[in-house]
């Protein structure tokens, strides 16, 4: 990639997050640090942006969760209605946890015929609000931060399910080493989620992409279907189209 489309990708994340990471962008454009430092401090000098530690930021930064937690709710939106093209009626789906999951569950239309099996508490009480969706919530003992449940009740129940698409929230993706999480027993019922479906798909906002967490839960061709709200061409997206997976 040449410099000029480098730098247009850099500005664009900005635009989006108001924040660059120096590592990520490394791994997403496949250029050294000392290249992304050059276009950093080129890109300040022009005033363009603020080079801080470890990336860049805005030059009217200002760090506010309730911004954050706004434009990510409207991305995840665009995240699940593209998720919409793949449930198609009378199909079983495995729906986990996640901010995006629970979007797209609240998208559903309601008089699709569906049967949802979910350990995602938040889901199965918006499973309730649809009479023509069979829901059901696997039982086992309740992860607070996740408002989840996990553990052998769980994976048993996942043993005796064999789902048309599992559509799996992530707190990190990446090319070279697939789909990671921060908690080991999360990781633990992903993995018999996976092995119970047809198909994975995996809703993911991209700032998610080419991060990693401590626990492996499955590798990249594993995945059927990333889903991000950017346009699957987009150059974050090549290294997954790459490994063969359908960019949605």
Do not use: W
């Not at 709710?73 to 789906?93: D, F, H, P, S, Y």
């Not at 609000?129 to 003992?141: A, M, P, Q, R």
Request: contains cysteine; proline residues 2%; glycine residues 6%.
């Amino acid at each position: 990639m040449i410099k000029a489309e480098r730098q247009k990708y850099i500005l664009d994340e900005l635009n989006l997050y108001e924040k660059v990471k120096s590592s990520r962008l490394c791994d997403i454009l496949r250029v050294s640090e000392d290249t992304i430092r050059r276009d950093l401090i080129e890109l300040e000098n022009s005033g363009h942006l603020k080079k801080v530690h470890g990336g860049a930021i805005t030059i009217n930064f200002i760090p506010s969760f309730k911004k954050r937690e706004v434009l990510e709710i409207q991305l995840k939106n665009e995240i699940a209605r593209k998720a919409l093209g793949l449930i198609e009626e009378n199909q079983v789906l495995i729906i986990d946890g996640g901010t995006s999951n629970l979007q797209l569950v609240n998208m559903l239309p309601k008089n699709t015929k569906l049967t949802i099996f979910t350990n995602s508490i938040p889901v199965a009480s918006k499973l309730c609000e649809n009479g023509d969706i069979d829901g059901v919530l696997l039982g086992g003992s309740i992860l607070s931060k996740g408002h989840s449940t996990i553990g052998y009740h769980s994976i048993q129940a996942l043993h005796e399910i064999h789902a048309d698409l599992c559509i799996m929230g992530i707190t990190s993706i990446d090319s070279q080493y697939g789909l990671t999480e921060a908690h080991r027993e999360e990781t633990m019922i992903k993995k018999e989620m996976i092995k119970s479906s047809n198909k994975v798909a995996s809703l993911v906002i991209s700032q998610k992409l080419m991060t990693r967490q401590p626990y492996s839960v499955c590798n990249i061709d594993s995945l059927d279907y990333l889903i991000t709200e950017l346009d699957p061409d987009h150059q974050s997206l090549r290294p997954f189209k790459e490994k063969g997976v359908k960019i949605i």
